[in-house]
């Protein structure tokens, strides 16, 4: 009887391709046997950058109706199906450019409309920077914020009550004294030759008086006269408003500025808050320097106008003290109206006027203002009448005197942030 047990192969010969393992696998040959594998074709070299997987670019609509299918529509059109939706319409895109139009048209009227307002709450808030540096002081003097705004607030209107006291009943007392005395100015007209014979050669007089009679005359100068209560009216509440938001703004000022300051990143934070705080100190600083301008301009004109004997002293240095508040031309305007009521009393003092203020202008240009404003505003005289002159054209005598603060927060930020960042690169 045989052995049925296979007989292992010899030592060193490979084992057939069809053997079976011991647990019934098939024993793959070695590589020796089968032999190489075919060497692969040499692949065409493809440009730089080019994916070497092959795209097929599908069909859009086959592509379309496959998911179609997928989702379950059957109900497609007969003539294929539709494609993608246009995204940029030609009638949307119109649409939406007129109604673009339209709300920034709507958003100017708006603008203008209330653009009294917005004066109104630049002076104040200008007032307000103004006076925080008296406020501070009296702060570290050992006064609580709200004590130090009330005094400050006090100064102020009592101040503007001054002002009011001493323009208002002289100017009430002319106008009274005018009315009293225009008959008698009508005849000193007639009894003048001169003005006899044009009045003779010309009827000038009689021509005169028929025009009083009119009744358009009339009704002008009722509408005059309405416009110019109406104005009045509008400066007592436009003064009365400031005042009330300059002391809001005053007590407000530290949370405002601790508001606007969190719109800033925080690791910029600190460098904001110090520019802010700077130019805030520097737009005091201006206010105060103009203050202190005005107060020798009207003290030095008061005193000369009482020597020289021109009546209403006062009033006239007042008119001096705020018109040279404006910048360029404030002096000028004060000096020019105070010389023609100089002359209006008589002519040595009207050259003594015109004389003084000449020589007041050249020492406050080259001695005063410099002195004053180079602690309070760092800025360039060129600049400053730059700013001028366009703050003028822009928004009048506001503008011209919020001019030169706004230039100096500019040469400020330049200084601190523009010009560093150009000298590290």
Known sequence: MQDSTPTPPPEGAAPDPGDIGDKGTVVDPPASVVGPEPEAAHPVPLPRGADPTPRISPDPLTDLSQRHREAGVTDLLPFGTPGRPLTRSPFVFGFTAVLGGICAWLLVQAVLDVVQVLILLTVSLFLAVGLNPAVERLVQVGLSRGKAVTVVFLAVVLFFTGVGWAVVPPVVNEISKFAEHVPEYIVQLQQNQRIAEFDQRYNLLETARQKLLESNFQASVADWALNLGKGALSAIFNTFTVLILTLYFLAALPQMKNFFYRFTPRTRRARVALLGDEILDQIGGYVSGAATITLIASVTTYIFLSIVGVPYAAVLA????????????????????????????????????????????????????????????????????????????????????????????????????????????
């Open 318 to 425: 007042l008119i001096v003290g705020l018109t040279g508040l404006i910048p360029m031309v404030g002096a000028t305007i004060g000096g020019t109206i105070v010389t023609l009521v100089g002359f209006l009393t008589g002519v040595p003092e009207g050259i003594a006027c015109g004389i003084f203020f000449v020589l007041y202008q050249q020492v406050e240009n080259y001695f005063i203002y410099p002195r004053i404003m180079q602690r309070s505003v760092n800025v360039q005289p060129v600049v400053t009448v730059i700013a001028a002159l366009i703050g003028g054209s822009l928004m009048g005598i506001t503008g011209a005197l919020l001019a030169i603060p706004v230039a100096a927060a500019i040469s400020l930020i330049i200084r601190e942030v523009v010009h560093p960042r150009q000298d590290a690169r």
